[in-house]
């Protein structure tokens, strides 16, 4: 498209104040009445959150019982785990209202405050469980590497008092987000509650810094995780055999089971953040608006899907959970045989 420079006399003219105006008026009148399009995320997305829901559901239900009914001696990892399993729930919970939304075409019918209760909710437990995360890593690093201090750390009564503190700062910013919701306009009529919109820059820059926070902690990790991979191959080297190596596998699957789910769930979320945060504070095209909303409600599906992949964790890192499922699945298998023989 061909450009015309005009002289700047013009642009300092009456015409040329208007004509700015009329350009400014049109651009907002434009970003106003951006469409966001859901297409097929609007097939995808509760069905997606409908077997996360029940996978999870199952699963940590599970997990819990083994925890509170059959685990007898408790360490620093198994309340890690714990209070992990009990994150992993509440945002289970949350997700049949997500389901419901989309599933009536995005449409919300149980006002504006309970739709916030619901969003705060479930990023809470989201970043809880990332927190956790990052503890147990911790916990795996101090037990590779510097055993002493994670003999000193491995108290029940230190790991419960961090737990509780993550817990008591995480609701106490979810109820100062709550207090920031407007209530007054509590309408139902053709509320979109789980949809992308403009925040003021405040909200923004306050995703901002948690997205910035989760990146600190993400980098800890993978320098922590190459300092358990040098000793672990330092190890295997100072001691071969079979049994080592064995031995020194089952460790390295153990420590890296961690990171892998990291990785795997919020690293893809917290990489599509920093553009979706800037669309929202950013003069944009609707198009760009709308390519940020479908990658952050995908990337957003594989931070829920950590729910399901969590009990996967609970198996390797607790000798109860891994007996316990061993010797449930045997008797079901030798029920089998006997069925058949009979």
Avoid at 5 to 30: C, D, F, H
Avoid at 39 to 55: A, D, E
Avoid at 210 to 232: E, H, P, T
Avoid at 319 to 335: D, G
Wanted: a positive charge; charged letters at 15%.
């Amino acid at each position: 498209m061909e450009t015309t420079y005009l002289p700047m006399s013009y642009w300092q003219s009456e015409n040329g104040s208007k004509l700015i105006k009329t350009r400014m008026e049109v651009n907002t009148s434009a970003d106003q009445n951006c469409t966001i399009h859901e297409n097929f995320l609007i097939v995808l997305l509760p069905t997606v959150y409908s077997l996360i829901f029940l996978t999870g559901l199952i699963s940590n239900i599970s997990a819990l019982c083994i925890f509170f009914f059959i685990q007898n001696k408790k360490n620093s990892i198994h309340v890690y785990l714990i209070n992990m399993a009990i994150a992993d729930l509440l945002l289970i919970v949350c997700l049949p209202f997500r389901i419901a939304y989309h599933a009536n075409h995005n449409q919300w019918m149980l006002g504006k405050l309970f739709c916030s209760i619901v969003g705060n909710v479930f990023y809470m437990n989201m970043y809880i469980s990332i927190t956790l995360l990052g503890f147990i890593s911790v916990d795996r690093y101090l037990k590779i590497i510097r055993p002493l201090q994670h003999y000193k750390l491995q108290k029940v009564i230190r790991s419960t008092m961090i737990c509780g503190a993550i817990w008591f700062i995480s609701i106490l910013i979810a109820l100062l987000m709550l207090l920031k919701t407007k209530t007054a306009d509590n309408s139902n009529d053709n509320f979109k509650c789980f949809h992308y919109r403009e925040k003021n820059h405040f909200k923004a820059y306050i995703n901002l810094l948690i997205v910035i926070n989760f990146w600190i902690v993400f980098f800890f990790l993978i320098l922590s995780y190459g300092k358990i991979a040098k000793k672990l191959s330092k190890l295997s080297i100072e001691r071969p055999g079979f049994s080592n190596s064995k031995i020194l596998s089952r460790v390295a699957t153990k420590t890296f089971i961690v990171l892998f789910i990291f990785t795997i769930c919020f690293v893809p979320y917290h990489i599509s953040r920093f553009f979706y945060i800037a669309s929202q504070i950013q003069q944009t095209s609707c198009y760009w608006k709308n390519m940020v909303n479908k990658t952050n409600e995908i990337s957003l599906l594989l931070s829920a899907f950590n729910s399901c992949l969590d009990p996967i964790m609970y198996f390797l890192l607790s000798k109860t959970v891994r007996r316990t499922v061993l010797s449930l699945v045997s008797e079901k298998f030798q029920k089998d045989s006997r069925s058949e023989s009979t």
